[in-house]
């Protein structure tokens, strides 16, 4: 276990942001992990994975510790139900594509999600209709206080949308170590109620969709829209959708029945960020270095050497555009690090 000063974190962050860490090293062991944890010598201490839902700032004064665990275990299985054990570092999309492999459904709907495994629970990821909670069993951690391992059931970490105990009571107070899922071996549960789905669908003439075709069609969409982080820095959707009440959102579809929309509850609806982004002007138009990218304005993008700072002044710009005209407010989905 190396440390590292003054490393450019430019290849561990999907947005390809050149910021500098003033220390920085990779563990590959859950024993390596706690005892860097447990090293006094480096009071601030930032847990990185894949890097893909950060916006980093020039130079931070911290140690980076890239957790790199790896492996995949089957733990138990029967006819209906397979129980899968994910370490952290396993790259999310290959880790999919592992489950389409062994036939095991539920995560064919966030194929092409970057970024790692460990990662995934802090947000709650989740993608056309899917969210990660509905696979999810537990998980293990690090405690940061004390450097033990325990395990955090589903009830412990708290989901919601994009949203879980980690980011809240639970901040800075954990290291996920690996994840648990319980995946469907037979009579898989086929989500392909949304649009594009359904379009992409219709495109290839499939009617009796598999959890491979659903998985297809996903990667597709998501090509067509997103660009590929190693030609063109992101984090994927910078900006979470808003959910607003029942009567904001009466004030906004009467004002723009043509928007869409999507009922979370009887009181609740989603408005997509990315249309009331559109709206306002800014998809494909660029400012210096940072901009919005052309065919999706909820990614934010850097064309070349675009700082943290320049991407950060531009998503500001953009809420409060968004807030002027529609009176919504949207929020980052990434992590600023500083």
Same mark, same amino acid.
């Given at each position: ?7 450019? %974190? ?17 563990? @590959? ?23 893909? #839902?950060?916006?980093? @700032? ?15 275990? $089957?733990?138990? *299985? ?30 064919? #709907? ?6 790692? @495994? ?29 450097? *033990?391992?325990?395990? %955090? ?17 639970? +901040? ?30 219709? +495109?290839? #003439?499939? $009617? ?23 030609? %063109? ?34 009181? %609740? ?26 065919? *999706? ?14 991407? $950060?002044?531009?998503?500001? +710009? ?19 690090? +500083?």
């Amino acid at each position: 276990m190396i440390i590292y000063d003054h490393f450019s %974190l430019k290849n561990y962050n999907t947005f390809g942001i050149d910021a500098t860490a003033r220390h920085f090293v990779e563990v @590959t062991t859950i024993e390596e992990l706690q005892d860097i944890l447990n090293n006094k010598e480096y009071p601030r201490k930032i847990l990185i994975g894949g890097g893909s #839902n950060m916006l980093l @700032t020039d130079y931070i004064d911290a140690l980076f510790i890239h957790v790199n665990l790896k492996g995949k275990q $089957l733990l138990s *299985q029967d006819n209906d139900t397979a129980i899968v054990k994910v370490m952290a570092g396993e790259n999310w999309h290959d880790m999919v594509m592992w489950t389409l492999e062994n036939d095991f459904g539920g995560l064919e #709907n966030m194929s092409l999600i970057p970024g790692n @495994t460990g990662t995934a629970p802090i947000q709650n990821i989740g993608a056309y209709g899917v969210e990660l909670k509905d696979c999810f069993v537990s998980c293990e951690a690090v405690r940061i206080e004390d450097q *033990q391992l325990v395990t %955090l059931s589903k009830e412990e970490c708290k989901f919601g949308y994009r949203d879980s105990y980690f980011k809240n009571e639970g +901040k800075d107070k954990y290291v996920i170590t690996s994840v648990t899922f319980s995946f469907t071996k037979n009579n898989h549960k086929i989500n392909s109620g949304y649009g594009a789905i359904e379009n992409q669908l219709e +495109k290839e #003439n499939i $009617l009796n969709p598999t959890i491979k075709d659903i998985s297809n069609a996903v990667i597709a969409i998501r090509q067509s829209k997103l660009p590929d982080p190693k030609e %063109l820095g992101n984090s994927g959707s910078f900006f979470k959708n808003p959910i607003v009440n029942k009567e904001i959102f009466k004030e906004f579809n009467l004002k723009y029945p043509e928007a869409p929309f999507y009922k979370v509850s009887d009181e %609740l609806y989603k408005i997509p960020a990315g249309w009331l982004i559109e709206q306002c002007g800014f998809k494909g138009k660029r400012f210096g270095d940072a901009g919005v990218h052309k065919n *999706q304005a909820l990614v934010l993008v850097n064309y070349d050497n675009a700082t943290g700072k320049d991407i $950060l002044d531009l998503a500001a +710009k953009i809420i409060a555009e968004v807030k002027s005209k529609f009176n919504i407010e949207i929020s980052p989905e990434v992590n600023l690090i +500083k």
